[in-house]
Nanobody
């Protein structure tokens, strides 16, 4: 069984920063896509950022210029550096990964709250 373990969520003031981490463990040697989704109360789950094994990235328009996604392929770990956080960024953030055999994996989610 493959597990995605997230860390780094919490409470931060507007304008602050957080760094999320997600590490894959179990019977897996690599991941093709790794990324982050988020879901706020009353809203649909949305893609925040995604990165391929080659380092190609995609960002939601709402976070461009503020968030940076990166990965460590050797550790099968993805990071999300979140800067200039806004109350609208408050959500549960879910790590997501797709293996080379196109299996999908999800983390349990970590709460990010941006509030004064």
């Amino acid at each position: 069984q493959v597990h995605l373990v997230e860390s780094g969520g919490g409470l931060v003031q507007p304008g602050g920063s957080l760094r999320l981490s997600c590490a894959a463990s179990g019977s897996i040697f690599s991941m093709n896509y790794m990324g982050w989704y988020r879901q706020a109360p009353g809203k649909e789950r949305e893609l925040v950022a995604r990165i391929t094994s080659a380092g190609n990235t995609n960002y939601a328009d709402s976070v461009k210029g503020r968030f940076i996604i990166s990965r460590d392929n050797a550790k099968i770990t993805v990071y999300l550096q979140m800067n200039s956080l806004e109350p609208e960024d408050t959500a549960v953030y879910y790590c997501h990964a797709v293996s080379g055999s196109y299996s999908h994996y999800w983390g349990q989610g970590t709460q990010v709250t941006v509030s004064s």
